[in-house]
């Protein structure tokens, strides 16, 4: 929703269509994800309910993870997996996103988890 309902001008900076597409594409994929956003629930809140509700995950998640290595301590686990993909698509795939402000800034936690940790490269 953050992508491509809420702020679709960012989505360039991490998807590559031909820019003949562009519109269309952001149309279309505009439409059909505010639609299935709809039928699940999420879409029926308003931006900043979702922001918020979102917010809060992040910063559960980094209170769980504390000053742990890893979700339940110093070894990994699939539950890991699965966090690092929600955090890499905020740091990376969010551009500019309230969500990756806060993230870098005061969630160090989460920051650490997915670029020191389990780096990039």
């Known amino acids: 929703m953050e992508r491509f309902i809420y702020n679709p001008t960012q989505w360039k900076k991490v998807v590559t269509v031909n820019p003949m597409y562009d519109t269309l594409f ?63 698509v905020v740091l990376w795939g969010l551009p500019n996103s309230p969500y990756q402000k806060l993230v870098v800034s005061k969630l160090q936690s989460c920051y650490t988890f997915v670029v020191i940790i389990f780096p990039k490269e």
């Open 26 to 88: 952001v149309y279309a994929a505009s439409s059909v994800l505010a639609k299935r956003a709809d039928a699940q629930g999420i879409g029926r809140h308003t931006q900043e309910e979702v922001e918020q509700m979102c917010l809060a995950d992040l910063k559960a998640v980094s209170n769980i993870l504390g000053k742990n290595r890893y979700l339940l301590g110093d070894t990994p686990c699939q539950d890991d997996c699965a966090v690092f993909g929600i955090i890499a």
